[in-house]
Each structure stands twice: as structure tokens, then as C-alpha cells.
């Protein structure tokens, strides 16, 4: 069966750290694969999405990155992190035009 | 560019009562609507999905939501609410965007029932 896995689950970090965040999916090959960061008040906000190993597309400038380096691994990056940086981030994972699956999230502090 | 409001960013209620949230999109082109929920510190839950065909749906949990084209509203209904809906509820709309699947979301309702 399908499984998406994200973690660590809460990070605290200081202003000026970097940041790494991984999600892996199980049961399926060549997922499209989504970074979501949700703000207080704000939402979910689509950051990256990737549709295959190296390819990645960013939906609104800011301060993190990301990478494809393996069919069924998606990381989120970061060199320094800022104070808006902090927020709950997830891993989706679409499948077809109306399946989605999601990772259990990340919640991120930086202080 | 597609979008999708809701306009309550919380809704109170009592235990057994109806609960509406409400969910309004805009499109220039065909959409799939979803309802979602959110318990703390977890990911998504899928509730409900219109895909086509009957414009109301019904999911789990005992919510429902009923499409209307001609309002571009999607909003979700529960008869009696228990106290373990207490939660965030996101409304989406799925696009195909150059090849790819894209769900846009809502800001979100947050739910609270109270006994």
C-alpha cells in the first residue's frame, strides 16, 4: 500500500541554522511530489513540487530550497533559516488527478 | 488564477448541533473539490471529493457537502457534531497545471465543539 513518510515531526532551531527536512513515499514509482508549509492564518501554502528525480519547481520565492536525489525521496532545505521561516510543513504526495496523500507534518520553530 | 475562500476562520458550536463550514472558489476552468481535515500536529485527512456526477457528497465521519456550480460553492454540512470534530477543516480545488496535479487550498476553519 501507499505510505508517506516525513520527519523529524518538531524541530526548534535558531535563527542562522540550516535546515534538511525529508519525505519518502512507499508502494508507488515517479510520484509527483509536494513541499506545503502552513503559516498561522495563512493556510497551505504550495512551496515546491517535483515530477521526477532533479526536477523541481518552485511556486513562491523565499528562503528554502529543495531536491529530488532519489525517484521516491523529496528534502527541504534550507542554508539559513529566518524567523518566518517557522510554520508546519508538509510532504504530499498527488496521485492521478484526485488522490493525495500526506505526510503526518513537521512542526518547525525557529527562535 | 484559481483561488479558494473561507470566509469563517472559526466557527463555534454546541455538541449535536449542525455545523455548515462554507467553501467558495473561483475558476476559469473545471475543477475537483475536496474537504479535508486537520487534527493537531497531524497531517491531512481526506473527508470528501466532487469529482462529477451528483452534486452532493457524502464522506466520512457523517459530514456531506453539496457542489453548486452557479454559486462556485462547495460547503461542508455535518447533522450533529460530536466533540471529537473539533479540528481545522481545509477546502481545495484540484487543477491540472502543464502536466501536473495542483492543490490549491482554503486558509482553513477551525471547528470547536464544546459539550
Redesign the interface.
Known amino acids: 500500500s501507499q505510505t508517506i513518510h516525513?520527519w523529524p515531526?518538531?524541530l526548534v532551531q535558531p535563527v542562522g541554522s540550516p535546515l534538511s527536512l525529508e519525505c519518502t513515499v512507499e508502494g508507488t514509482s515517479n510520484p509527483?511530489l509536494?513541499w506545503?508549509r502552513q503559516a498561522a492564518?495563512?493556510?497551505?501554502?504550495?512551496l515546491f513540487?517535483s515530477?521526477g528525480i532533479g526536477q523541481i519547481s518552485s511556486e513562491v520565492p523565499q528562503n528554502l530550497s529543495a531536491s529530488r536525489p532519489q525517484d521516491r525521496q523529496f528534502i527541504l532545505s534550507s542554508k539559513k533559516l529566518l524567523l518566518s521561516d517557522s510554520g508546519?510543513y508538509?510532504c504530499?504526495w498527488?496521485q492521478?488527478?484526485?488522490e493525495?496523500f500526506?505526510?503526518?507534518?513537521t512542526?518547525l520553530t525557529v527562535v | 488564477a484559481q483561488s479558494v475562500t473561507q470566509l469563517d476562520s472559526q466557527v463555534p458550536v454546541f455538541e449535536e448541533a449542525p455545523v455548515e463550514l462554507r467553501c467558495n472558489y473561483s475558476s476559469s476552468v473545471s475543477v475537483y473539490l475536496f474537504w479535508y481535515v486537520q487534527y493537531p500536529n497531524q497531517g491531512l485527512q481526506l473527508l470528501l471529493k466532487y469529482l462529477s456526477g451528483s452534486t452532493l457528497v457524502k464522506g466520512i465521519n457523517g459530514f456531506e457537502a453539496e457542489f453548486n456550480k452557479s454559486q462556485t460553492s462547495f460547503h461542508l454540512r455535518k447533522p450533529s457534531v460530536h466533540i471529537s470534530d473539533t479540528a481545522e477543516y481545509f477546502c481545495a480545488v484540484s487543477l491540472r497545471n502543464t502536466g501536473f496535479q495542483k492543490l490549491v487550498f482554503g486558509t482553513g476553519t477551525r471547528l470547536l465543539v464544546s459539550p
Open positions: 516525513q515531526a518538531t509527483n509536494y506545503y492564518g495563512r493556510g497551505l501554502q504550495l513540487y515530477v508546519f508538509l504530499a498527488i492521478g488527478v484526485t493525495a500526506f505526510g503526518q507534518g512542526r
